[in-house]
């Protein structure tokens, strides 16, 4: 019988440039310096990152699944349908994994894992 396996993340949005109207903070206020103030538009880029637990968490699912042949999903709880989810399943913390019907939290020990996927919980 195929194991279900779902690991639970957290993406998380963070700034990593600010700039006025597309330039950098000083070449910005240089050009400001000529302009109407109505033409200055402050610009945000973000990237998303997640946790170095979670990645761990992550690394250690993917590295078991090509070994073991087993497909796994990644559930993000920062997205709502990622929330709905670990809310229905009682995840509160990242990372999870979930197999079948028994949870691991956080990065667990590579054995602890395996003996989960061969169906031995208990050790």
Known sequence: ??????VYIMNKEVKTHAS??????AAAVFAHSRTHDCSMKE???TEKVISEED?????????LAAKK???FRV???ASLKGKLRAKLRGVKVTPTIIVDNYRLTGVPQREEFEALLEGDPCE
Not at 1 to 6: I, L, N
Not at 55 to 63: R, T, Y
Request: net charge positive; hydrophobic share 45%.
């Open 69 to 71: 042949n087993f497909k």
């Open 20 to 25: 006025l109207d597309g330039r950098t903070v």
């Open 1 to 6: 019988m195929a194991k279900t396996v779902q």
């Open 75 to 77: 559930i993000d709880v």
């Open 55 to 63: 990645k761990a968490a992550l690394k250690l699912v993917e590295e």
């Open 43 to 45: 610009i945000s880029k």
